[in-house]
């Protein structure tokens, strides 16, 4: 999936011109980009249009409009971007109740290796991204890639259940992936 780039950004005028109509294509975009697994855990699936509304909304936020600093922000997001034969998306840890939220955090503390996609004979092991989670700490939200070899992305697209799955000694959960996730995760495994 080709990188973003600096000409794929609209400056902030320009921006609240379409924000309405891009707003609403990407919440329905998201909508089959997000897989809920279990009930504290969700990913969302990220592509182009998902990084370029996730730069877009944060240069409306913080009002930037100094081509360094938009360049910078690019940097940070391309990030999400998924490489050749890979998904790449954010995960999220939604605990509901925010009264013991560090307690209920650290009882992720291993997560990064118990989340991985399974589909026929196969299990793609998500890779998290370093620095998010330490002895006694760890972030609500994580970045994961699967990368996905030739068989497994066949698997992935033929007729096998693909599921993702964590198996975690504090959070078991598995989702089937339902149609049109799995077209879009699909569609971007092939770019």
């Given amino acids: 999936m080709k990188s973003i780039s600096l000409e794929d950004i609209r400056g902030n005028a320009s921006y609240e011109k379409i924000r309405d109509e891009f707003r609403r294509r990407i919440i329905e975009l998201k909508k089959i980009r997000r897989i809920s697994v279990g009930d504290k855990v969700s990913l969302v699936f990220e592509n182009r249009d998902t990084v370029i509304f996730q730069i877009q909304e944060m240069m409306r936020a913080e009002k930037i409009t100094d ?93 096998a259940e693909a599921s993702l799955c964590i198996h975690h000694p504090n959070y078991q959960a598995e989702t089937v992936l339902e149609a049109g996730s799995r077209k879009a995760l699909l569609a971007d495994l092939q770019e």
């Fill in 67 to 159: 081509l360094d600093k938009i360049r910078e922000e690019i940097e940070v997001y391309n990030v999400l971007i998924p490489k050749p034969g890979e998904l790449s998306a954010t995960l999220f840890i939604e605990i509901a109740d925010q009264s013991h939220l560090r307690d209920d955090l650290l009882k992720f503390l291993g997560i990064d290796e118990a989340v991985f996609f399974k589909t026929g004979a196969h299990r793609i092991q998500a890779r998290f991204e370093e620095g998010r989670s330490k002895e006694d700490k760890i972030s609500a939200v994580q970045y994961v890639r699967f990368p996905f070899a030739g068989d497994e992305r066949a698997a992935f697209a033929g007729s």
